[in-house]
Structures are given as C-alpha cells and as structure tokens.
C-alpha cells in the first residue's frame, strides 16, 4: 500500500491533479491485492519495455525526486550571519565597543575649539571591517567545502537499474518515478516501494523495516487479503536489500510515498558529528584561548604595574590589546580550513578513481596497515578468459584474451583441433552448458567495443561459446526455471526446455569442480554415457589441481536430461493444490542429482601489471597485504606469489583449515603470519578483518558482493568495488573504487597521509606564528621600559602593538598561506614510514616543541627590530630623529612588519618538520601566490596615507626594509638550523623522516 504524506513537502503540494488522481487509485487498490498486471495498468506503463524517458522526465517533475524530506536549505544570508556565531567575534565586538568608548572620550576631553584625537574611530572601523572580510572569507571557504562534499555525493549516489523505452539502464536512484519497472538481482539495494510480477528464488533483507533477521522470500503471486508489512510477499520496499536471486517489480510509491518515508517523516533531523580531527583542533583552541585569556589578564596586570593607568583612556587601550590579543592568539579560521583541505583533498582523490564518501575516513586511511584484497578484478584484470577445455576425451586450449569472440581451438601442441573429432565435440558441448547455465551476456557497443554484462566469469564462457559457434550443440533452448548461484551453493543450474525435442526438459549446471563432482553419478565419453568411477573422481580432481597450480579458475560443467516436458512431472516435484510447481530453487535437491559429467573449462585472470609495484610500494610504507579469495588455494598462491604478496613456494589457507582451530588465539596467531586465504565464505572474511583489528591493525577491506558486506562494514576502512559492486556494498564502504584496482587503494592511502601531513603544515604553522603574536606582545610589555617602548618620566600606557595591527596580521596571515599550504605537493617521503596510529595525537610533543621554539624566535627578531628605532634601546640609541612619540610609531611599523614577514618566512619554513625548506621550494605556486598577495597588502597598508591613520603606521625607508628582511628571515634559518639538528638525531636514532 502507497502510503501518502500529506503534511510534508512543497514537492506534494506541487503535484498537479493528474498526480493526485493516479495517487489515490493505487492508494485505493492496495497494489499487494491487485493483480500486477492491473497495477500497471493503473500507472499506464508495459511491464516489458517500461516508461519512455520524455514521460520518465514528466512523472519526475510531478512527484519530485526519489528522496526523503530533509532540512529545507539554509538562506545564503543565514549562512553568512553564522560567520558572527562565535566566541572569538563576540570578543571582536567586544573590542570595537572598547574603541569607541576611548574615541568619544577622547573627543569629548578635547579643548573647545581643538582637534580631539581621531577625526574617526579608525580602530573601531578597522576592526568592524576585519570582521567583515572574514565572515566573507569563511563564507567562501565553507561554500567551496560544500560545492565539494555535493560533487563527492553526486560521485557516490546509489543507481538502480530500470527499464526504458524497452532497453535497461542504470539511472541515479533519486530520478525513479511512480511506474518504473526495475530490475533486481542480488547485493542491489531497493530504491522505492513497488509490486513484483516476476521473481525467481527472490529472498530480501527488510530487517531495516520489520526488524525480521531472516531475509523474506519474495512471489509475485497476488494476495488474498490484507497482511502486515512483513507479510507481503509481493512487494518490495525503500531501504531493503537483495540477498538472493532476481526479480521485477513496477514501482508504486518513491521519496515520501514509501513506507520508509512514513517512518522518516516521524524522525527529527540530527546534526552530523565532527570527526574526531575536528574535535582535536576544537579541544585545541578552547586550550589555547584559555591559555591566552590568562595571559591577556596578566598583560593587564603588568601594564597596570609597570606604567600605570593615568586616565580611562589608558584603561581602554589596555583592555582593547588584552581584547585584541586573545583573538589574534586563536585562528578562528581553523575549522573552516581543515573542512576546506580535506574537501579538497577528497576531490583530488576522487579524480584518481578513489571516491571517500565521508571527509573523516581521510584520516583513517592514511594510518591503514593491513589491506585485506580480493582477488579477482582488484589485484586481476578481470578479464576472465576460458583458455582451458578439459573434457573425458582429451584437453584443448583456446586462444584469443579478452572479451572479443575471436579465436580459435588449438590442441597443447599448438595444432589446430579437427571439427567433428570427439575432443572438439565434447569441448563444444562442455562450452555450450556453461554459457546456458549463465546469466551474464555479451554486447557489441556503438563504439565497436564489447561490452559485458554480469559476473566476467560467466561473460567468459559466453565469449568461448561464441568463439567456436558452441552454441548449436544444445539444440533450440528455452530457460524455464533456475537455481541460482550462491557463495555457500557453489553451483548454478537452468531448466531448458529443448523446442526441437518435443520440449523436453534437461538441467544444465556448472560450478566449482570439487563441488559440482559430489552431484554427478555418470560421465559422457564418447558421444556415450556410463557410470562415474572412483578412478574417474580422481582423475578429474588430479586435472583440478594441476590446472589450479597454473592459476587457473576452474568450473566444471554438467548436465542431466530430465525425459518430460513439465516440471510438475518430475519425480520428487513438490506442488501446490493447483497442481503448480512451487519455488524450484527450494528443491534443488531433487534437480540436481544423478547429474552427467560433461567436463571443465580452466579460465585465467591475469595480473594488474601495475599491482606488483603498489604492493611493493605498500610493504615499504609498512602495510601489510592479504589477499582473500574464493579461488582454488593453488590459484591464489600461484597469483599472490607473482605480485609478491607471499614469497615463491609460499601457502595459502583455506576456510576449512580456519575452521578446524581450536580457539582464537589459534586464530589470531593464524592471521598473524598468513597472507593468502583460499575457498574461504563470507563469513571467514568478517573473522579475518576482527583477528586483524584485535592486534591492534588499522584495516582496509575490499568487497563486491552482498556476502561481502558485513566484513566492508566492520573494517576501519570499507572498499567497494565501483564497477563490480553491489549496492549494498557500497552503502557499507566508507570508500569505493571507481575502477575496483588495488593500485587505487594504495594510492589513496599516499594522498590520505599527504593530507594529514597538508593538515599538520597548517597547524604548524598557524599556532607558532600566533604563539609568536602572544609572545611578541607579552614581551614587549614586560620588557617596555629596557626597549624603550616608555620613556622615563611619561604618562599613560604605551603598548607594543596596537589591536588593529594585530587584528590585520591575522586577517592577512591566516587564510590564505594555510589554504595553499593545505594543497601542498608531497614534500616528505610519505610512503617510507611506518603507519600512524590512530591514538596519535595531531599535535605531538615535537610539534609542540617546534612551534613554541618559532615562536619565541619570531618574539625575539620583532622585539629587536622594535628597539633598533627606539631612544634608550637595548641595541641602539636612536635619540635624533623625532619624538617618542613618532619614534614609537616607526617602531610598531617595524615591529608589526617584521611579525608578518616572519610568518610568511615561517610558511615556508613550515612545509615541512625535517626537511629542508629549500628542497622543492617553488613546488607550491598556491603559497607563493599567497605570499605574494600578503606582501602586497602590507605595502598598501604602510604606504597609503589614509591607512596609516587606521593602523598606527608610517612610511619605511630603504634601510628599514632591509632591516626587516633580514631579521624576518631568521626564523627561516633558525628552523632550518633546528631541522638540520633534528634529522642528525633522527639519523642516530635510525628514525625515519
């Protein structure tokens, strides 16, 4: 039943009467009691070609989007009123109501007829337009991470296969409308409400919907009467999964209209959590301001000692540096940055075929130690090509790679095989069964390319059959039931009914030699059939294993004529009281038995060429590698040993074998030494990922089937298969690979660690340059009067830099050199190190001790410089050239010049911990830009006259330009010098940088 949600959305308030109208009769029908074909005659739809695009294009317009009611959208202007929401602006307000008491008062001490003070407020303006500039910095910077995270969604949003105009295409699931036909198989998620019309052994998961923990067998057949969600065996609903088999169903409600959409329309909207980085530069900053407040307060208290507040006025000014330091200390800017970097990051990562769903997952993947691999099309071409046909008359090969129906049947010798002889008749009918008993299919593209269509190993014995015309040897065949494969089945069999043998039935089957052999009783030599030996047995699992050690996939192929024409005819055939075969795929039992052995094909995936380089590039950086398949043990060792997973000779373990340990330390103490695991179950992979974790492992975990899905999930990072993958898989994985490559994955944990190493540069450099603001300041208080900042026998208070100077170096330093140095090429030999722990905090005690060590160098240079221009200095004794007065406004120009040119030193400086700022020096034309823009700036603001009212400035000369490079660039040298010690030490120690 089509629920309606009628007090959510201004897409239903929208929708036209025509809409209303084709709602309330499939309300009124309740499509679970209406046959299927008259349901599709309500949505006007043919179940067999499916809706036209132009009409698809028009329904979509009229219910709007497959997609739950969420949050309207924030207002742009909400967004940048949000950009005021913070402690740090409250006290930038707070300043500038401190600004304009001390200009009133000012101007109302002012003699009668005099100039008193400021024409205008300069400091209050500056800082209101500060506060401006970086609400709309913060503005951008947001809206670009936002642009990214919807482009990464886009990426990663989930597709349905639908039927249109007759041809299936897979569409984004938020485009299905109301009378869509989709197609199910399994591992796809369900993407709306709909009524099934065909299903063969359909079972889904709607644990999600009903809390029902066994997956629910699904029928098209009509029911008698109204039952409960649960109990509706002909309908399929939103947010479900498949778990078994296929079927098609017309779509009856989307979005809102679903029953998930009822129970989403009773649920509050919840906040999205900040990622565990976020709250360490969060506890970061609370720590840091605390730290400056109490150092502000001791400015305050310093400055009342040793000058003394003469006048109001003077407590204003005290009041506004303390104000002024405490946010020029914190970099207000830092999450929005860290949003911005890791958006970024994720983007580039994206454009390498790696698709990070959640920002936070960066973080994770640069400290993996363990990559858990299936074999087949991550660590393989997966180009699956039969080159193997054994039959019980001989073995040929088959030539021609890939998926082009091109080739030839060759004997070992490379001699051609004569048609009509035994081996190629049998090898003919071995193909034939094997391409039946499929659901894969082969197309030519528009392109001349060929394309495939399901599982490449089931598209493999398609191309072979069409290779040597194998076809024709099955006569005219028509599928009437199957028993599809299943991980734990490792077989699949098809009913066919021959046309040109009076319709009578024959069961074609295939699977995994070893299995499929426990079935059979008979085997065809010959043109004849005879009993099946023990000798037989062993000569073909001899064939098995021989093939297997030359990494060959094999799938054994074998039939059975059933000698009827009705299913129901069948001995042992369960029916209903109609006389209606039930589900065959639960009687699979009495299908496959007394089977006809007919032979096997050996099929080979080669190896990524490229994979064997990653996986080297994986040991060196300290990962670990495991491959996990369902292979033949000998396959996998085989494949492990080439791309140097495992040494030559090296084993593999089965899931038998990790069944038959005792206990888990058995288990772990397993898990501890091997790489490789063969015919292992879905429920063996889950294990093998747990035992990993609970040695303290960080792993990653590829999947691409639904089996797959709960080992994806409990993985630190999850890994779908992009191209291979099933929906459910994909919802599971916290990454996807666009082009299912392990070379990807090893590539995005080298751009997960250089975005954690870009994110390190910027919290270097952005806390020691306002440690340095801190201390430059807190210094110059205490050491005013040995500088000269007060004069013996002066009033009032004279501080070192004024708010407004402050204020500026942040706006002018902050943002732009951290962003650029947040898409920082790799400086540093990433790969070369060892993982980093999760427990590891982003900020260390060495980083700690970097930045307190710059910063006090960055105190120290502007402190001097600031006494070079100051009568009675600890350097100098400039007593010609002017008043204190303007002495002192020389010497804050100086010193406020000197602090930026040493934080733009320090951005340079800050690329890396231990290696040398000059390696790779103009790799980053983003931070040189940035530089370049904040050099400029601070020109205008000492050079235009007007802004040397509003800052406290005044024009430089030559030599104090030269002055200010050359004690703004020891910070450069002292954090070189530091490096270059660091790196000796890190030598000795036998560290790695």
């Known amino acids: ?280 530069m969060t506890h970061v900053s609370k720590i840091l301001g605390i730290a400056v407040c109490i150092i502000a307060a001791f400015v305050l208290v310093a400055l009342f000692f040793t000058q003394g507040f003469q006048s109001v006025h003077d407590i204003i000014d005290s009041l506004l540096l303390a104000v002024s330091l405490a946010v020029a200390a914190v970099p207000e800017g830092l999450a929005t940055i860290l949003t911005v970097v890791l958006a970024l990051g994720v983007q580039r990562m994206a454009k390498h075929n790696a698709i990070v769903k959640k920002l936070s997952s960066v973080e994770t993947l640069g400290s993996a130690s363990v990559i858990c691999s299936d074999k087949t099309g991550t660590l393989t071409r997966n180009e699956m090509t039969v080159e193997r046909i054994v039959t019980p008359s001989g073995e040929v090969q088959l030539t021609g790679t890939g998926y082009a129906p091109k080739g030839q049947m060759l004997g070992l010798d490379g001699a051609a095989v004569a048609d009509g002889s035994p081996v190629a008749l049998e090898a003919a009918h071995t193909i034939a069964v094997g391409a039946f008993a499929n659901d894969g299919d082969l197309r030519e593209g528009s392109n001349g390319q060929w394309e495939i269509v399901g599982d490449p190993t089931e598209v493999s014995l398609v191309v072979a059959a069409r290779k040597i015309k194998a076809e024709r040897s099955l006569g005219k065949l028509t599928r009437v039931a199957e028993v599809p494969f299943t991980s734990e089945r490792k077989r699949m069999s098809v009913v066919g009914k021959d046309s040109s043998d009076n319709g009578n039935l024959t069961v074609f089957a295939k699977g995994a030699p070893d299995v499929l052999l426990g079935y059979c009783t008979r085997i065809a030599v010959g043109g004849a059939v005879r009993p099946l030996t023990e000798g037989d047995r062993q000569t073909i699992l001899a064939t098995v294993e021989k093939l297997s050690g030359e990494a060959y996939r094999t799938l054994g192929q074998a039939y059975r004529p059933l000698g009827t024409a009705s299913l129901a005819d069948i001995p042992g055939i369960k029916t209903n009281a109609a006389g209606e075969v039930t589900d065959i795929s639960e009687q699979s039992d009495v299908i496959e038995r007394d089977l006809i052995w007919d032979g096997m094909v050996g099929i080979i995936d080669p190896p990524r060429t490229e994979v064997r380089d990653s996986v080297a590039e994986a040991h060196r950086a300290g990962i670990r590698t495991v491959m996990i398949t369902g292979d033949h043990p000998l396959t996998a060792a085989r494949i492990a040993s080439d791309l140097g997973i495992i040494a030559k000779g090296g084993k593999a373990l089965t899931g038998d074998q990790l069944d038959a340990l005792p206990d888990e330390a058995a288990f772990d103490k397993a898990t501890s030494e091997v790489s490789v695991y063969a015919r292992v179950a879905p429920e063996h992979k889950l294990k093998i990922v747990e035992s990993l974790q609970r040695q303290g492992n960080i792993a990653a975990m590829t999947g691409d089937g639904v089996n797959d899905a709960p080992a994806v999930k409990s993985a630190d990072i999850g890994v779908a298969m992009g191209i291979t993958g099933t929906e459910v898989t994909k919802e599971s994985a916290k990454m996807i690979l666009a082009d299912d490559n392990f070379s990807t994955i090893v590539a995005a944990v080298r751009e997960g660690r250089v975005i954690f190493d870009n994110i390190r540069k910027f919290l270097r450099y952005l806390l020691s340059s306002n440690v340095g603001e801190v201390f430059t300041v807190f210094g110059g208080v205490m050491l005013a009067g040995v500088m000269g900042i007060t004069q013996p026998g002066s009033e009032g208070v004279t501080v070192p830099l004024l708010a407004t100077q402050l204020l500026w170096i942040n706006l002018l330093t902050d943002a732009a050199p951290a962003l650029a140095m947040g898409v920082d090429p790799q400086t540093d030999d990433v790969m070369a190190r060892k993982p980093r722990k999760l427990t590891d905090r982003v900020i260390d005690r060495d980083m700690w001790i970097d930045i307190a060590f710059i910063g006090i160098i960055m105190a120290a240079v502007t402190l001097i410089g600031m006494d070079m221009h100051l009568e009675g200095g600890l350097f100098t004794d400039r007593s010609i050239g002017g008043s204190h007065e303007f002495q002192m406004t020389e010497a804050r120009t100086m010193g406020f010049t000197i602090l930026v040119f040493a934080q733009l030193f320090n951005a340079i400086a800050s690329r890396s911990s231990r290696q040398s700022a000059f390696v790779g020096l103009f790799s980053n034309k983003w931070l040189w830009g940035a530089i370049g823009l904040s050099v400029v700036l601070q020109l205008v603001v000492i050079y235009v006259p007007f802004l040397n009212s509003a800052f406290g400035t005044t024009p430089l000369g030559p030599w104090a330009w030269v002055e200010c490079i050359c004690l703004a660039a020891v910070v450069l040298i002292a954090s070189e010098i530091y490096k270059a010690i660091m790196r000796a030490i890190d030598k000795k120690n036998g560290v790695v940088a």
């Open 1 to 280: 039943m089509v629920d309606r949600v009628t007090d959510q959305s201004t897409a239903t308030d929208a929708q036209s009467e025509e809409t209303r109208a084709q709602m309330a009769l499939l309300n009124n029908m309740d499509p679970s009691l209406t046959d299927a074909n008259d349901v599709a005659t309500a949505l006007d739809v043919d179940p067999s070609v499916g809706l036209s695009e132009s009409e698809a294009k028009r329904r979509l317009e009229k219910f709007g989007p497959n997609q739950l009611a969420s949050a309207p959208p924030v207002p742009k202007w909400k967004k940048f009123l949000a950009q005021f929401q913070d402690p740090l602006v409250y006290l930038l307000l707070a300043a500038t109501v401190i600004s304009l008491i001390a200009w009133f008062i000012e101007k109302a001490n002012a003699a009668p007829g005099a100039e008193g003070g400021e024409v205008l407020p300069f400091d209050a303006i500056v800082i209101i337009l500060i506060l401006i500039v970086n609400a709309v910095l913060g503005y951008i910077q947001e809206a670009r991470a936002e642009q990214a995270v919807e482009a990464l969604a886009q990426m990663t949003a989930p597709q349905t296969p639908v039927l249109r105009d007759g041809k299936l295409i897979h569409i984004n699931t938020a485009d299905v409308v109301p009378g869509d036909i989709v197609v199910l198989g399994e591992g796809d998620t369900v993407s709306a409400d709909g009524r099934l019309f065909a299903a063969a052994s359909l079972r889904i998961a709607e644990a999600s919907l009903t809390g029902e923990s066994v997956p629910v067998g699904k029928k098209p057949d009509t029911l008698e009467s109204a039952k409960a969600l649960g109990d509706r065996a002909n309908m399929i609903f939103n947010g479900t999964s498949v778990t078994q088999g296929t079927g098609r169903a017309i779509i009856t409600g989307t979005g809102m209209n679903t029953q998930v959409g009822k129970i989403a329309d009773m649920l509050a909207q919840t906040d999205d959590e900040d990622t565990p980085l976020q709250k360490e």
